[in-house]
């Protein structure tokens, strides 16, 4: 069985993040980017069922410019056997990346597909749903654990709800999005860092796959959020009451 996974270049997580002035969009240039946090744990998540003998190969694609080949070979130099990369030199909204990922799956076939949960950029949480609608998969969302099952061909998630947990059976091939508590990543070890350097990525255009990335989407404004106002410390339970309901109008 063959695992696709995807893999998005962000902003790094502990980068502090601005806006353009123009306020067309956030800072990117001379940023440090790297990959998705729940794009790492997708990743982990398909390495771990293919060195557990159930997956035979683990494919890792990107889409965007031509530097998501560095993430792509970050996920290669983790452990993937191969990457693929969809080079768009625009934006791309969830549904664009959804449509993509439905003509790879017609191309590469697979049994299985892995995304993060949502990407720290735009935290849109779309994607992965929108995939298995394009190809009518079963789908499990926010997957806290997988347990799969070679011979019946099914997948056992078991994902964090309001109330505890619940527990979904998928028949394969299906699309599962992973949630923080699943696994934790490994580091890319020196020597697999540089065995990455000749591995394979493909690349393809949208053009190619003869996908349209035109969006109905249209960013009008990026603004910073309004800076919070410095906290009071209060000598009384009486006055925390008093500013409760008189200044802050919560009780």
Not at 3 to 27: L, N
Not at 67 to 88: F, K, N, P, S, W
Not at 223 to 235: D, F, L, M, Y
Request: proline share 5%; charged share 25%.
């Amino acid at each position: 069985m063959k695992i696709i996974v995807a893999i998005k270049r962000v902003v790094d997580y502990a980068v502090k993040i601005r806006v353009k002035p123009d306020k067309t969009g956030v800072e990117t240039n001379n940023v440090k980017m790297s990959m998705n946090p729940f794009c790492e744990i997708a990743l982990e998540e398909a390495l771990k069922i293919r060195e557990a003998g159930l997956a035979s190969e683990v494919v890792a694609v990107s889409m965007g410019p031509l530097q998501c080949v560095d993430t792509l070979r970050t996920g290669l130099a983790m452990g993937a056997d191969r990457g693929i990369h969809v080079e768009a030199t625009t934006g791309l909204c969830p549904l664009n990346v959804a449509k993509i990922f439905k003509r790879l799956v017609e191309l590469e076939n697979p049994g299985l597909i892995f995304l993060g949960k949502q990407a720290i950029d735009d935290d849109c949480n779309q994607t992965g749903q929108m995939v298995a609608g394009l190809l009518r998969w079963p789908q499990a969302t926010f997957a806290s654990k997988v347990v799969l099952d070679k011979e019946k061909q099914v997948a056992t998630v078991e994902r964090e709800v309001d109330g505890g947990l619940e527990t979904l059976s998928l028949d394969l091939p299906a699309v599962i999005t992973t949630d923080l508590r699943l696994n934790q990543p490994r580091y890319a070890t020196l020597p697999n860092i540089m065995k990455a350097k000749s591995k394979v990525i493909k690349k393809y255009t949208p053009q190619e796959l003869d996908v349209d990335i035109r969006s109905d989407l249209e960013v009008v404004q990026v603004t910073e959020p309004p800076k919070r106002k410095a906290g009071v410390i209060v000598s009384s339970v009486d006055e925390l009451i008093d500013k409760l309901q008189n200044e802050a109008h919560v009780i």
